[in-house]
């Protein structure tokens, strides 16, 4: 897992010394702190001379910017008569008949040229993360918008309506616990198939069909104790839980509308070529005259909620990409790697949700230095502004 963890160049020192404190369950136990910490550290150096190398040579071959510009001149004459201002038109733009005086206006086709520049190295490290950044992107951003909301608004559909007896409670507890007992009879059987040595396909099906009980019995024992809440603050624990299904229900019915609106966006000024409109672009420039902030708190609020839902995305999907497999996040059961190696999966996305959003608002954030680094520089850097076209 070390070597997965040590792609980000944020996170491995930290996802390594934290592989060596949540050693997985396969590693011998007669392995010591010392020789993991000093594998992980090996594990770091060895990637960060890596990507140090991969990066530094990709910078010095390809790391310039490609500029497509037209070469305008023309020479300079006097006019003879301040008045002869209104004798010029669109057929007429130059002083006649010295029409070379306008070459600068009716430049030919041939006149274009490329205007090539060196990109700055982080500039250039922010593009090559936004390649990788854009796929997870695409996937978490597109779940998570669509089941942030609804997971929000479900939750508080499917909440406990009442608290139950202290009979119920003990019937559905005996219930978890005989489900417990027969969950552990079958991890120890696969534990001993695993020291003969029997680790073939039908033993990894049985171990994840295990693994996903013990999750289902996980979510039933929270649910069990959520609908009776025991101690001397009971009371004050239930009226809690009513209040945060509530919060979850406001949240929800917002986010749903945020969600439309993304995606109304996204169709009406990206996807259609030319744009339908700019909405929401419109909507900020509107808000802005109403207030000064007013614009630059719904820009915000648009930007930070897309990220949001990448995070939502994330934390939902539990599955493997490609031969990359995400750790699945859960409240109070996420173990250190696992929670630093989806930090390095967000931090990646955080730099394509800038991205997209200084694409999607390109309008209302003209002349900022995100649309001059993400709109205009990484559109045009050498080798990679294909993919961006």
């Known amino acids: 897992q070390v070597s997965l963890d040590s792609c980000f160049l944020y996170p491995p020192p930290l996802a390594s010394l934290a592989d060596c404190l949540d050693p997985p369950c396969s590693a011998p136990a007669s392995r010591s702190v010392g020789k993991r910490l000093?594998?992980?550290?090996?594990?770091?150096?060895?990637?960060?001379?890596?990507?140090?190398?991969?990066?530094?040579?990709?910078?010095?071959?390809?790391?310039?910017?490609?500029?497509?510009?037209?070469?305008?001149?023309?020479?300079?004459q006097a006019f003879p008569n301040p008045n002869q201002f209104g004798a010029f038109t669109s057929g007429q733009p130059c002083i006649a008949p010295l029409t070379r005086q306008c070459s600068a206006n009716t430049a030919p086709p041939n006149s274009q040229t490329t205007w090539t520049m060196r990109a700055t190295f982080p500039e250039y490290v922010v593009a090559l993360a936004t390649i990788v950044g854009s796929v997870l992107f695409t996937i978490f951003g597109g779940v998570g918008i669509a089941c942030l909301p609804l997971s929000l608004i479900f939750s508080f559909v499917r909440r406990p309506k009442a608290v139950i007896t202290r009979s119920q409670y003990i019937k559905e507890a005996t219930e978890l616990g005989k489900k417990a007992k027969e969950l552990k009879k079958a991890a120890e059987a696969l534990h001993q198939e695993e020291r003969s040595g029997n680790k073939g396909r039908k033993w990894r099906k049985n171990v994840k069909a295990v693994e996903k009980e013990l999750l289902l019995l996980e979510n039933d024992m929270n649910a069990l104790e959520e609908m009776y809440p025991q101690g001397e603050k009971a009371e004050a624990t239930w009226a809690f839980?009513?209040?945060?299904?509530?919060?979850?229900?406001?949240?929800?019915?917002?986010?749903?509308?945020?969600?439309?609106?993304?995606?109304?966006?996204?169709?009406?000024?990206?996807?259609?070529?030319?744009?339908?409109?700019?909405?929401?672009?419109?909507?900020?420039?509107?808000?802005?005259?109403?207030?000064?902030?007013?614009?630059?708190a719904a820009f915000a609020f648009f930007c930070f909620y897309l990220l949001i839902a990448v995070i939502a995305g994330e934390?939902?999907?539990?599955?493997?990409?490609?031969?990359?497999?995400?750790?699945?996040?859960?409240?109070?059961?996420?173990?250190?790697?696992?929670?630093?190696?989806?930090?390095?999966?967000?931090?990646?996305?955080?730099i394509s949700v800038i991205q997209f959003c200084a694409t999607a608002f390109a309008y209302y954030a003209q002349a900022t230095a995100a649309q001059e680094i993400f709109g205009h520089t990484l559109q045009s850097l050498r080798g990679i502004k294909y993919l961006y076209k």
């Open 38 to 76: 000093k594998s992980a550290l090996i594990w770091v150096v060895a990637s960060a001379v890596v990507c140090g190398l991969v990066l530094g040579i990709l910078y010095a071959l390809i790391g310039k910017v490609d500029f497509t510009v037209r070469h305008l001149s023309s020479s300079v």
């Open 315 to 350: 934390m939902m999907l539990g599955l493997k990409l490609v031969f990359i497999t995400i750790h699945p996040m859960k409240w109070g059961g996420t173990l250190m790697n696992s929670f630093l190696f989806n930090v390095g999966l967000i931090l990646l996305c955080s």
């Open 241 to 296: 839980t009513v209040l945060a299904y509530i919060g979850k229900l406001i949240f929800g019915i917002v986010g749903l509308i945020v969600s439309i609106a993304w995606v109304a966006h996204i169709i009406i000024y990206l996807l259609v070529d030319p744009p339908l409109s700019s909405f929401l672009n419109e909507i900020f420039i509107k808000l802005d005259s109403v207030w000064g902030l007013l614009g630059t």
